[in-house]
């Protein structure tokens, strides 16, 4: 069935370092949802990309879908301590019916 | 414009019984989605609704079933619970379309002894 992977499950750094998460999807996605959860949280929706190499940023949150839109990240610069939490891809499923979620990549960052 | 509230947001239950969670979803979010959230498998999806059907729905058993009603609201049964089935469970709301933004609501933590 349809999968997306995101890597890597967990990354340490320390606050000021950048952090980058990858998304991979097995199938083409018509579009790309990053959502972000805080520890004890729940997800909140962060950005939505829809084009063929479409680049968004949000301060320091870069996002990038890929060309084939099979992938997509998300490049914090300057990591914060705000910045803590587990950061979670989307696309639709097949059927463009529901939303299939990676796994999500746990960011901790020590001041 | 009050966000996607879930009742109640913790519950322990012993196996084999069961158990009806509740979301209320963004007024005018005529789409909720239930979410199950282990640590091990991450975020996955149960059942979508959309106006009062089932429009789409995840790989669970038959245990695992929903409604909705003509307010939007959205209650989760899960019958004969077992102990896996200690989790987050997540409603969400949106619109209606896949594209849509999707709103969380806090979850209800389900522990099952």
């Known amino acids: 069935g349809q999968q997306v992977m995101q890597i890597p499950q967990y990354q340490h750094v320390q606050e000021g370092e950048d952090f980058t998460t990858y998304c991979n999807s097995s199938?083409?996605?018509?579009?790309i949802q990053w959502y972000k959860q805080r520890p004890g949280g729940h997800p909140v929706f962060l950005i939505q990309l829809v084009k063929s190499g479409e680049v968004k940023k949000q301060k320091r949150l870069t996002f990038q879908f890929g060309e084939a839109k099979k992938n997509s990240s998300l490049h914090i610069t300057a990591t914060q301590t705000t910045d803590v939490g587990t950061y979670f891809c989307?696309?639709?499923?097949?059927?463009?019916?529901?939303?299939?979620f990676g796994k999500g990549t746990t960011l901790s960052v020590s001041s | 414009k009050a966000g996607v509230t879930q009742t109640p947001r913790y519950l322990i239950k012993t196996r084999g019984q069961q158990v009806t969670l509740s979301c209320s979803p963004i007024?005018?979010?005529?789409?909720v989605s239930w979410y199950q959230q282990t640590p091990g498998q991450g975020l996955q999806f149960l059942f979508e609704?959309?106006?009062?059907?089932?429009?789409n729905k995840g790989n669970f058993p038959g245990r695992f079933s929903g409604r909705q009603f003509s307010n939007s609201r959205s209650e989760m049964n899960v019958s004969t619970l077992e102990l896996g089935d200690s989790a987050l469970y997540l409603c969400a709301s949106r619109l209606a379309g896949v594209t849509d933004t999707q709103y969380f609501g806090p979850g209800t933590r389900l522990t099952v002894l």
């Open positions: 199938t083409t996605l018509s579009n």
């Open positions: 609704y959309f106006s009062e059907t089932q429009r």
């Open positions: 007024s005018g979010h005529r789409s």
């Open positions: 989307a696309g639709p499923n097949q059927a463009g019916t529901a939303l299939i």
